[in-house]
């Protein structure tokens, strides 16, 4: 019922930026909150930033200071503004949508295809 469509990934030396660009489509009633998820290869999936529809954010510590969320919610967009990158923060990025469908029903989690993001030295 949901879709999010990433964009905005890449291959870019360190110290260079990148934005990623995330839009929610579908049936959404509201979202609740969105965000970004990383996975380097043989490493665990974390969370890189997320941001509530009322504008609260929450960073990893590797990011703090580096990357910074937006978003637009009459979009239904979420923005990860990368700036600094480091070959560290190479990994496929997946975007992340807290979402009700529709008045009294649970939330979900959508996940976006994810993107890649590459950062060389």
């Known amino acids: 019922q949901v879709q999010l469509v990433e964009s905005g990934g890449g291959l870019v030396q360190a110290g260079g930026s990148l934005r990623l660009s995330c839009a929610a489509s579908?049936?959404?009633?509201?979202?609740?909150?969105m965000g970004w998820y990383r996975q380097a290869p043989g490493k665990q999936r974390e969370l890189v930033a997320a941001?509530?529809?009322?504008?609260?954010?929450n960073y990893a510590d590797s990011v703090k200071g580096r990357f910074t969320i937006s978003r637009d919610n009459a979009k239904n967009t979420v923005y990860l503004q990368m700036n600094s990158l480091k070959p560290e923060d190479t990994a496929v990025y997946y975007c992340?949508?807290?979402?009700?469908?529709?008045?009294?029903?649970?939330?979900?989690?959508?996940w976006g295809q994810g993107t890649q993001v590459t950062v060389s030295s």
């Open positions: 992340i949508a807290v979402v009700r469908t529709g008045w009294g029903k649970e939330s979900d989690d959508y």
């Open positions: 579908g049936s959404i009633f509201s979202i609740n909150a």
């Open positions: 941001i509530t529809s009322g504008g609260s954010t």
